[in-house]
């Protein structure tokens, strides 16, 4: 079946420190991979996508590439910032599987000053 | 554009009480989706809407569980009865297409305790 592991949090780091969140997936077809951020009282929002193997999702300085032979999408950010605290999401959708989403656990970052 | 309208935003009910929840989507989105989120977990499908058409609601408890999606395009959400464990937070989702390819838009949740 289909499922997506996170690494487990919380992660707390100081401002301006290099971020890496890892994150695995398992699939029965060919997903797209997707990062999903929610900032503290608001709802989820797409962080960057990925739809096939060696793509980079990019935003906000925040990188992610799709590695098909690892079944890896981590997540990554050279320099964190205060207002990047919050819980970050991986998610697959799978045509296979109706193209349902899939959700790791969320892993949640505190940057302090 | 206006995001994915929920509420109420929070809801507090004895145990074996109804509760119904409300999504409005985005304007245009065809597909709609109930997640339940509980706490220290990530989002879990319950039900997901093409038009007025259910897609997949394999994961719906229907014994206690049921949703509707009239006319396309708001949809509710109801629980009755509800059971302590069903304390978490119900997320709307909307997307413009099937979400292979594209971004589900998401509201900001109802958050649902049960005493």
């Known amino acids: 079946g289909n499922s997506v592991t996170q690494m487990e949090g919380p992660v707390t780091l100081s401002e301006e420190a290099f971020l890496t969140i890892n994150c695995t997936y398992t699939?029965?077809?060919?997903?797209?991979l997707f990062w999903y951020v929610q900032y503290p009282g608001e709802g989820l929002q797409l962080l960057l996508k990925?739809?096939?193997?060696?793509d980079k999702g990019s935003n906000k300085g925040f990188e992610a590439t799709y590695r098909k032979e690892t079944t890896s999408f981590h997540l990554e950010k050279g320099s964190v910032q205060v207002s990047d605290s919050a819980v970050y999401f991986c998610?697959?959708?799978?045509?296979?599987?109706?193209?349902?989403?899939?959700f790791g656990t969320g892993t949640s970052l505190t940057v302090i000053p | 554009e206006a995001g994915v309208a929920q509420s109420p935003r929070y809801k507090i009910i004895e145990k074996r009480q109804s509760v119904a929840f409300w999504c409005n989507p985005i304007?245009?989105?065809?597909?709609l989706y109930w997640y339940q989120q509980i706490l220290g977990q990530g989002p879990k499908l319950l039900i997901q809407?093409?038009?007025?058409?259910?897609?997949?609601d394999s994961q719906l408890p229907k014994d206690r569980f049921s949703a509707e999606r009239l006319k396309g395009v708001d949809s509710t959400l109801k629980i009755q009865p509800a059971k302590l464990e069903d304390s978490a937070v119900y997320l709307c989702?909307?997307?413009?297409?099937?979400?292979?390819?594209?971004?589900?838009?998401f509201g900001p949740g109802t958050r649902l305790t049960v005493l």
């Open positions: 989702a909307s997307s413009s297409g099937t979400g292979y390819f594209g971004e589900q838009f």
């Open positions: 699939a029965t077809g060919y997903p797209s």
């Open positions: 990925a739809t096939k193997a060696d």
């Open positions: 998610a697959l959708s799978d045509l296979d599987t109706g193209n349902q989403f899939y």
């Open positions: 304007s245009g989105h065809a597909t």
């Open positions: 809407f093409q038009n007025n058409g259910v897609v997949d």
